[in-house]
């Protein structure tokens, strides 16, 4: 399994851009590495995926080194609702199941 | 588009009792996951049908779970007998995509429901 580590928390104030950095260094060659985003009493929300380089959506930004062992979330010019848990995910190596393996997350407080 | 919905979204019960989770699917969606979080720890799979059949049973933490998926459409997760040890926050999702592809881990999750284990 791809152990995945982050920080367990952030602070940032609002309009920063905020980084939060995930080391997997035993991704599978298959897995991609995924990212949620989950609110109090909420379920986690899909942020972004990546298998390498950079890619980027309407939300976020995810940066994927060549050797894959680690990747950077890059949420620009935070708001107050943007407090949330993060989610770092790696794979489990399997080729044909879509279970997907949480770790502890980090708890990212935006400040005024 | 409505989303993924779980039913009930709180749920009480003492030990030894039955207890039935639902999640209904988003329409259309083949993949539907369950996980749970337990007091303090990290949210873990459960298990995954695709359409009506288990693909990964491999969470199911005993025999006292038992999940279904009538038709393909929605789920049920029954606890049977429940206990302490079983409070938590039970999460369905659902995708469509296929692992390995640009948005294959995209899985739409519930609201979740709470469940207590007096």
């Known amino acids: 399994l791809a152990k995945t580590t982050q920080p367990i928390s952030m602070d940032s104030y609002e309009g920063q851009e905020v980084n939060i950095t995930c080391s997997h260094n035993?991704?599978?060659?298959?897995?991609?590495i995924t990212w949620y985003q989950q609110f109090p009493s909420q379920g986690p929300r899909f942020i972004i995926q990546?298998?390498?380089t950079k890619v980027t959506n309407e939300v976020a930004s995810l940066f994927i080194p060549a050797d894959r062992k680690s990747s950077t979330l890059s949420l620009p010019r935070v708001s107050l609702s943007d407090t949330a848990v993060y989610y770092c995910?790696?794979?489990?190596?399997?080729?044909?199941?879509?279970?997907?393996?949480f770790g502890q997350g980090t708890t990212l407080q935006v400040k005024p | 588009e409505a989303g993924v919905t779980q039913f009930p979204s709180h749920s009480v019960i003492e030990k030894g009792q039955t207890v039935t989770l639902r999640c209904d699917p988003i329409?259309?969606?083949?993949?539907l996951y369950w996980y749970r979080r337990v007091m303090g720890k990290e949210i873990k799979f459960l298990l995954h049908?695709?359409?009506?059949?288990?693909?990964?049973e491999s969470g199911m933490p005993n025999n006292r779970f038992l999940a279904e998926r009538t038709g393909g459409t929605y789920s049920t997760l029954k606890v049977q007998p429940a206990e302490l040890e079983d409070s938590g926050v039970y999460f369905c999702?659902?995708?469509?995509?296929?692992?390995?592809?640009?948005?294959?881990?995209?899985?739409?999750f519930g609201p979740g429901t709470r469940l207590t284990v007096l």
């Open positions: 999702a659902s995708s469509q995509e296929s692992k390995g592809t640009p948005r294959g881990n995209e899985q739409f």
């Open positions: 035993n991704i599978a060659t298959n897995d991609y």
């Open positions: 990546g298998y390498k």
């Open positions: 995910l790696g794979g489990d190596g399997s080729s044909n199941t879509g279970k997907l393996i």
């Open positions: 329409s259309g969606h083949d993949n």
């Open positions: 049908f695709v359409k009506e059949s288990k693909q990964d």
